[in-house]
């Protein structure tokens, strides 16, 4: 399969523990994005990456997420010190250079107890 | 600020039906936009996307048009079937601060009962 992969599909996790997410996405893109969805609303932007690096973080990215991309293919997004808003599906997304079409993953559902 | 807005936010229709659903989007200084499907607790599917100097995108049963000026897009979804129930999402492409952006609507929740 060479569409976007997120891993894990699913995460539960109690409040204050910390989780990381992984995307992997089509080889040749080298644009990814991090979009939230919470329950009845459409993505919203987190961040965005073109090749290794971190060129825009939206302010619903408080200082308890992080998101690596460290050789430009897969990334990370790290939530420290989970709370119950925190929980939502996270979706990644990947496009190539020149193109204006992306392409989603099937998301990581995080649900904070 | 790009506002996307889609309407109804949920139809029920009888199987065999055409429908449209109806995206808005208040800046039309766009590259692109783009319909989306998504299943229960899934990701996002690519349908259409219809570049900003097109009309309009078919594939087989779907047909989505465009129209900048008035800031408006239709999905139209012909002889629809049980298997189309989803939530249908437009999403328009923008260069916001330095990068390209998916702004999105809220999502139209389709039921097409057999």
């Known amino acids: 399969d060479t569409g976007v992969s997120q891993n894990p599909r699913h995460k539960i996790t109690k409040r204050g523990q910390n989780v990381t997410f992984r995307c992997d996405p089509i080889?040749?893109?080298?644009?990814l994005y991090w979009y939230r969805q919470t329950l009845g609303q459409g993505p919203e932007f987190l961040t965005y990456f073109q090749n290794e690096a971190q060129l825009e973080k939206s302010r619903l990215l408080s200082d308890r997420f992080s998101a690596e991309r460290p050789k430009g293919s897969f990334s990370t997004l790290e939530i420290q010190r989970t709370e119950q808003g925190d929980s939502a599906m996270y979706l990644c997304a990947s496009r190539r250079h020149g193109s204006t079409e992306a392409f989603f993953g099937q998301g990581t559902r995080l649900t904070v107890v | 600020k790009q506002e996307v807005t889609q309407i109804p936010a949920a139809l029920s229709v009888p199987e065999g039906e055409n429908l449209v659903l109806n995206c808005s989007f208040t800046?039309?200084?766009?590259?692109?936009l783009q319909w989306f499907r998504q299943d229960p607790g899934k990701g996002l599917t690519s349908l259409l996307l219809i570049q900003s100097s097109q009309r309009e995108q078919t594939s087989g049963r779907l047909n989505a048009s465009l129209d900048k000026s008035s800031g408006r897009s239709t999905l139209y979804i012909a002889a629809s079937q049980p298997g189309d129930s989803a939530t249908y999402l437009c999403?328009?492409?923008?260069?916001?601060?330095?990068?390209?952006?998916?702004?999105f609507g809220q999502g139209t929740r389709l039921t097409i009962n057999p």
């Open positions: 800046d039309s200084a766009i590259y692109n």
């Open positions: 080889s040749e893109h080298n644009r």
């Open positions: 999403a328009v492409a923008r260069f916001i601060q330095g990068a390209q952006k998916l702004v």
